[in-house]
């Protein structure tokens, strides 16, 4: 059995989006979102770059890297740390090319692939659970300030 729970593949696979860490040769660190965020195995995430090359770089120097991918309705998910190696030709690029054509992505905008191997993970939720609410009552909060976003309004929910 590996590091990656069965909810842990759930909320990755569902969510789609991770933040990816990783640290600049100055030491600071750089975000980026990976849309192409997938469980590869019970012990490892992938993503494609397909236009970023700052976390690249950073990954050649570097290869600690965290991702972060949480439901942002109901303000829950984890954080994975681990150790990165960048895929840029080979057996294991081609099969993890046809891993995402698998899957629908437009493989032709792809260009190297990540994958990472999880040193630990943990679970991420909103300080909106320490005050009592339950799953369903942050999720309409959140529901309901993207509706009024897209409505033109802008009531941001309390709790967090």
């Given at each position: 059995?590996?590091?990656l729970?069965?909810?842990?593949?759930?909320?990755v696979?569902?969510?789609?989006?991770?933040?990816v860490?990783?640290?600049?040769?100055?030491?600071?660190?750089?975000?980026?979102?990976?849309?192409?965020?997938?469980?590869?195995?019970?012990d490892?995430?992938?993503?494609?770059?397909?236009?970023?090359p700052?976390?690249l770089?950073?990954?050649?120097?570097?290869?600690?890297?965290?991702?972060?991918?949480?439901?942002?309705?109901l303000?829950?998910?984890?954080?994975f740390?681990?150790v990165?190696v960048?895929?840029?030709?080979?057996?294991?690029?081609?099969?993890?090319?046809?891993f995402?054509?698998?899957?629908?992505?437009?493989?032709?905008?792809?260009?190297?692939?990540?994958?990472?191997?999880?040193?630990s993970a943990?679970?991420?939720?909103?300080?909106?659970?320490?005050?009592g609410?339950?799953?369903?009552?942050?999720?309409a909060?959140?529901?309901?300030?993207?509706?009024?976003?897209?409505?033109?309004?802008?009531t941001?929910?309390?709790?967090?």
């Open positions: 059995m590996g590091l729970t069965t909810d842990m593949k759930r909320v696979e569902e969510q789609r989006l991770g933040f860490a990783t640290v600049c040769p100055d030491g600071t660190p750089n975000l980026s979102p990976k849309g192409t965020t997938r469980v590869w195995d019970d490892h995430l992938v993503f494609a770059n397909i236009r970023s700052g976390t770089a950073n990954l050649r120097q570097n290869a600690s890297v965290e991702v972060n991918v949480v439901d942002p309705f303000r829950m998910g984890y954080r740390k681990g990165a960048v895929l840029e030709s080979g057996d294991l690029y081609d099969k993890a090319i046809a995402y054509k698998e899957r629908g992505a437009r493989v032709s905008v792809l260009r190297e692939v990540v994958l990472v191997r999880i040193q943990y679970p991420i939720d909103s300080p909106a659970y320490d005050f609410l339950t799953e369903d009552e942050v999720c909060r959140w529901e309901c300030y993207y509706q009024s976003l897209r409505a033109g309004r802008t941001s929910p309390t709790g967090e």
